[in-house]
């Protein structure tokens, strides 16, 4: 046997069809071109040439030039394609990685912001508490300068018992120059000119 020769199941496994759609061909061909070596079937050059073409098989070989030409065009505009394209993506994640930096600084910058705020409200927060305290202490001292005033006015105002005791207490002469003195009656302007 020489290595021209291909089996059934090998020539539909090459073609990649079913050995059913081989052994319909071979059943087609003259018995010339079929061996038969212990019921194995074995092919020659020429039926499988011939079995190719019943099945309508073109082999890579005989691909004409314009499907090659027209192919290569293909993959060129596809590359031209991919590479314009991967060009504007790149651009596209350059604009935007841009973007992204631009946001970071804005935040960072915003973050200033609000630490200077927080720090602006803690003083302000310590200021209205130190005024709170101090004007509670000036209560507390307007309470007690009051309360002292109180007392210092009980102090000047004689009650009425009191003035009953000055006025008992007094030598006669002053108890009479003391009652005098409201009896006095009013001056006329007239008569002082």
């Known amino acids: 046997m020489?290595?021209?020769?291909?089996?059934?199941?090998?020539?539909?496994?090459?073609?990649?069809?079913?050995?059913?759609?081989i052994h319909y061909q071979v059943s087609k061909l003259d018995s010339d071109l079929i061996q038969k070596l212990d019921g194995t079937?074995?092919?020659?050059?020429?039926?499988?040439?011939?079995?190719?073409?019943?099945?309508?098989?073109?082999?890579?070989?005989?691909?004409?030039?314009?499907?090659?030409?027209?192919?290569?065009?293909?993959?060129?505009?596809?590359?031209?394609?991919?590479?314009?394209l991967i060009h504007e993506k790149s651009e596209q994640i350059n604009y935007l990685k841009e973007q992204i930096k631009n946001k970071d600084n804005q935040i960072s910058v915003k973050d200033e912001q609000i630490k200077s705020l927080v720090e602006a409200q803690k003083q302000i927060q310590n200021l209205l508490d130190q005024q709170q305290r101090l004007a509670l202490q000036d209560k507390k001292l307007l309470e007690e300068y009051k309360a002292e005033n109180d007392n210092l006015k009980a102090l000047k105002m004689p009650t009425q018992d009191t003035k009953v005791e000055q006025v008992s207490s007094k030598q006669p002469q002053e108890v009479e120059s003391v009652a005098e003195e409201p009896k006095k009656a009013p001056r006329k302007w007239w008569k002082i000119w």
């Open 41 to 84: 079937i074995y092919l020659d050059n020429r039926a499988i040439t011939a079995i190719k073409e019943n099945i309508g098989y073109v082999s890579k070989t005989k691909l004409d030039s314009g499907a090659i030409q027209n192919r290569q065009h293909l993959d060129s505009e596809l590359d031209t394609q991919n590479t314009k």
């Open 2 to 21: 020489s290595e021209k020769l291909k089996t059934i199941k090998e020539l539909a496994d090459e073609l990649g069809v079913s050995k059913k759609k």
